[in-house]
């Protein structure tokens, strides 16, 4: 893998080192989180659900009042490019666009920004075997609360506290991801991820309005569960929901389907991948095979 500061990255429209990549201190980004970001994923070179993620990042502009500076085509070129360059197959890209300069102190963004955008890309760093294998531990967040009626959980933006102090809370107490609830204490989603438990042959997840991210796997997965006839229930709950679960799961662009094997230190189910996760991880699979052409190894077998 190349170090860091020598991949190539997409730069205000031109290719170069990370190195010689070089952002102002005014940029609001920096200043304020003033942006918005996207997280794509490829296999064997293809961008998987490039289409959806685009959408994503549409509305994520929208709804913090930015006019995207590329068209969407333009933007699925340069992130082909990207991995060109880098000579990437299995990756994650991420683009990135800030309201450009401003003025320390002046929050009002200017009415006519020239945006800062630039892309990396990384090989891809899935979850290791044995956390594929045995499933990941989480924990419900208990010091910080998403509030439905605030930032909109539903976009991507660059401002990440609330995630960043949820995942050190995790982190702190041994947990792969800490799973937020909303001003109301329902379960919503985890740092960077979206949750679904099974129980008694029903799948769950929360709705959008609970206060989540539209994740693209999420989706992917609810497609999965259509193919194989699992009845699906878009719900949330108080925590004891997860707690009672015969399985509870994470998706993520990167994780893809993520069995969890505890919550707040309660085994979940058996405390191993249960027979609905594992049918859906399959199900999952055979999408991104079809959509990409590509061959995947078993999950717990790809690293
Ligand atoms: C808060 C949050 N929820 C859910 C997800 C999962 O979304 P996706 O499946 O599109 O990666 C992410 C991804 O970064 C996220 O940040």
């Given at each position: 893998m190349r170090p860091l500061d020598r991949q190539i990255v997409y730069f205000n429209g031109r290719f170069l080192p990370a190195g010689r990549a070089c952002l102002s201190i005014f940029d609001r980004g920096i200043l304020y989180g003033d942006g918005i970001f996207e997280t794509f994923r490829s296999y064997g070179g293809k961008l998987f659900r490039v289409r959806d993620h685009l959408g994503r990042l549409a509305s994520s502009a929208k709804a913090v009042g930015m006019?995207?500076?590329?068209p969407a085509e333009r933007l699925h070129a340069i992130l082909s490019e990207c991995l060109r360059r880098n000579q990437l197959r299995d990756a994650t890209l991420r683009l990135t666009i800030t309201r450009g300069s401003g003025t320390p102190g002046d929050l009002a963004p200017r009415t006519d920004p020239a945006h800062t955008v630039f892309i990396t890309a990384k090989p891809i760093s899935p979850p290791g075997p044995s956390q594929v294998r045995q499933g990941v531990a989480a924990v419900i967040i208990r010091r910080f609360r998403t509030d439905r009626?605030?930032?909109?959980?539903r976009s991507k933006t660059t401002s990440r506290l609330l995630g960043i102090l949820a995942r050190r809370e995790a982190k702190d107490a041994g947990a792969f991801e800490g799973i937020l609830l909303n001003d109301k204490g329902e379960i919503t989603e985890g740092t960077t991820t979206n949750i679904f438990w099974v129980r008694k042959g029903m799948l769950y997840t929360p709705p959008f309005r609970a206060g989540i991210l539209p994740g693209i796997t999420r989706a992917v997965t609810l497609e999965a569960a259509r193919r194989i006839g699992l009845p699906v229930r878009l719900e949330t709950g108080r925590p004891a929901r997860l707690y009672r679960a015969d399985e509870v799961f994470l998706t993520g662009t990167s994780i893809e389907v993520l069995s969890v094997s505890g919550v707040d230190g309660r085994r979940i189910g058996t405390g191993r991948p249960g027979p609905v996760t594992r049918r859906l991880q399959e199900a999952f699979r055979q999408i991104v095979e079809t959509e990409t052409h590509s061959k995947l190894a078993p999950p717990e077998k790809r690293r």
């Open positions: 006019a995207l500076p590329l009626q605030g930032v909109p959980p």
